[in-house]
């Protein structure tokens, strides 16, 4: 911000404090972390999109043909190739500021006190919030898809159990295994083995329903056993507790998310992380915008799964 600006609102010295202040604040502010947001450990994040594209095109290949015994002369030989397909999804602009007016940063200064980093904070929130609502909702007025709002994306219900309801809490140990492993083996069936889940994300209450609910004759925990005998999953940092999940199926019901955790199946295009912009005197306040770019997440359909109902 150009000091002849700030000088109209504060003295030099105060003009001097101010930019010194904002400096510190903006530096504290990228380093703060909220655990609780979880897009950013869930799906991979990617920053290659350029920040002043107005959209984002990635290609989709797919390897077709065959070969066949040939003799020695053969002429008619088969043809493999690779075909392809474009994806182009819109980039938008995320926007939010904070300020101070002229009489706080005065009598900061006169009391030898740094400004609040609480405002910058704030903001920060702000930015990864949206990020992590864009992330599984989408945003349908500005034509980014999410989790649970993209339309390729497998949906089906889970079957009723011997109680003839479908969700968990009425169901079984064995019930509850079969509806989790087919979230990996259909998805491997309808993609003859090309696509194999790694990662299931559950709501809260069914993530502690198999936390703790035991196998009866085997004295272990649905989870554990889980661990134990997948062929799918082999930890439980595989197996996630999700919040957004609950009520967010059809009609307010509980989904289960099965899907491939690679940069190749998904990602979450950022083309540019949160930025603070130059400060703007406003009246009898000094303001500092911020913006980012988000474009949503880009995934590859048949590498996720949808289940509603439990």
Known sequence: MPKEFLV?????????????????????TFDVVYADLLFRSLFPVSN?????ATHITYQVYDKRGMAKIVNNYAGDLPRADVDGREVTIPVRTLGSSFGYSVKEIKSAMMAGKSLSQMRSNAVKRAFEEKMNDIAFFGDSESGLYGLLT????????VPNGAA???EWSTKTPDEILDDFNSMFTETKALT????????ILLPSAQWNLIATKRIDDLNVTIMNFIIQNSPFVSSADQIKSVPLL?????AGVDVMVSYRKDPMKVEFEIPEEMDFLPEQPRNLEVVVPAS??????????LSFRIKEKI
């Open 164 to 166: 003839l309801t479908p």
């Open 246 to 250: 609950a009520g967010a199926g059809t």
């Open 48 to 52: 290659e999109g350029d920040p002043g």
């Open 192 to 199: 003859k083995d090309k696509e194999i889940p790694d990662t």
């Open 8 to 28: 109209d609102l504060l003295n030099d010295e105060g003009s001097i404090f101010f930019e010194r202040e904002l400096e510190i604040i903006k530096a504290k």
């Open 150 to 157: 993209h339309p390729n994306i497998p949906t089906a219900d």
């Open 292 to 301: 980012a770019e988000c474009a949503g997440l880009n995934i590859y359909p």
